[in-house]
Nanobody
């Protein structure tokens, strides 16, 4: 049983930074790729960053150059460093496998960027 718990969200001004954490428990060694997703009010949940077990990363165009996904295998934790934040980054952020596995969704962490 895989459980994912996100944290690190908050309120930040435009141009600020946040680092999100996703603590994983359970058998995650079988998960080849992890990702960060976000869902803004009235919009569908979207994948913004991917990290494979081989170290390959991929980012949505909207966050490329500003967000960085990383992983600490010893801590079973995946991170999302978010810099140069914009109001349009406001959303609830979730981690999950890529492709997503519905039963892995956690509560997410709210990120709000004020203008």
């Amino acid at each position: 049983q895989v459980q994912l718990v996100e944290s690190g969200g908050g309120l930040v001004q435009t141009g600020g930074s946040l680092r999100l954490s996703c603590a994983a428990s359970g058998i995650i060694s079988s998960i080849n790729a992890m990702g960060w997703y976000r869902q803004a009010p009235g919009k569908q949940r979207e994948l913004v960053a991917t990290l494979t077990s081989g170290g390959f990363t991929n980012y949505a165009d909207s966050v490329k150059g500003r967000f960085t996904i990383s992983r600490d295998n010893a801590k079973n934790t995946v991170y999302l460093q978010m810099d140069s934040l914009k109001p349009e980054d406001t959303a609830v952020y979730y981690c999950n496998a890529v492709p997503r596995v519905p039963r892995y969704w956690g509560q997410g962490t709210q990120v709000t960027v004020s203008s």
